[in-house]
């Protein structure tokens, strides 16, 4: 059974800090999404990446850089956290894009303060 | 990228059957339809896909008619434990998919 595992599930920080997401699978998976999720908003998109060392933005990646340095995980960071950062972060990976399902892991509740 | 719309809540009752219709009126030759589940607190959970016709497992069954611009979702006898949101995803392979706002079901007692 594929495995997603994020660092952490809840995280509080201040603004101004830098925060580093983490985020693990271990299916060998080509392909790593990086969402936030906010009520009423459904998921949106910040980042992907399809191979080690290989990013794309997603719909909303301002504020946010992401790392694959190896092929099992990928780290969001927000370079400088603001409180409208605060949300629910979710990790998934997937064979493919579009036509192969996403595993995801369980999210990190993040508050800036 | 073709966008879908799915409504934005239900309601039903333990025990009944429960069809969740998503219309994806741009729909492209090789998209294919994806749902999800999701519970509080969890990250999304796949439950079917297909491409057209009909697809069935054991949580779920997925009509798609020839034209393929809408889909069903159908959760055979809901359970309390059903009570999640229900998202309808359209993609392929070369293109990202984008997740709505998706359906929440409300299981009754």
């Known amino acids: 059974d594929v495995k997603v595992t994020q660092s952490s599930r809840y995280l509080v920080k201040r603004t101004g800090e830098k925060v580093f997401l983490e985020c693990v699978q271990d299916?060998?998976?080509?392909?790593m999404f990086w969402y936030r999720q906010d009520p009423g908003l459904g998921l949106r998109l910040i980042y992907f990446?399809?191979?080690?060392?290989m990013k794309e933005k997603g719909d909303i990646p301002e504020g946010y850089s992401v790392s694959r340095e190896k092929k099992e995980r990928f780290s969001l960071i927000l370079e400088s956290a603001s409180t409208n950062q605060t949300s629910m972060y979710l990790c998934?990976?997937?064979w493919g894009q579009g036509d192969q399902p996403q595993h995801f892991g369980d999210g990190t509740r993040l508050s800036i303060l | 990228l073709a966008k879908t719309t799915q409504p934005i809540s239900m309601d039903s009752y333990e025990g009944q059957e429960v069809n969740i219709t998503c219309s994806h009126n741009?729909?492209?030759?090789?998209?294919?339809i994806t749902w999800y589940q999701q519970f509080p607190s969890q990250g999304p959970r796949f439950i079917i896909q297909?491409?057209?016709t009909k697809v069935t497992n054991e949580v779920a069954s997925l009509f798609i008619p020839a034209d393929r611009k809408s889909s069903t979702l159908s959760l055979p006898r809901v359970s309390l434990s059903d009570t999640a949101v229900y998202y309808c995803?359209?993609?392929?392979?070369?293109?990202?998919?984008?997740f709505g706002k998706g359906t929440r079901l409300h299981i009754l007692p």
């Open positions: 998934a990976s997937s």
């Open positions: 299916m060998d998976h080509e392909n």
């Open positions: 990446s399809y191979d080690v060392k």
């Open positions: 741009n729909i492209a030759t090789n998209d294919y």
């Open positions: 297909g491409y057209k």
């Open positions: 995803l359209v993609g392929r392979r070369d293109d990202k998919i984008i």
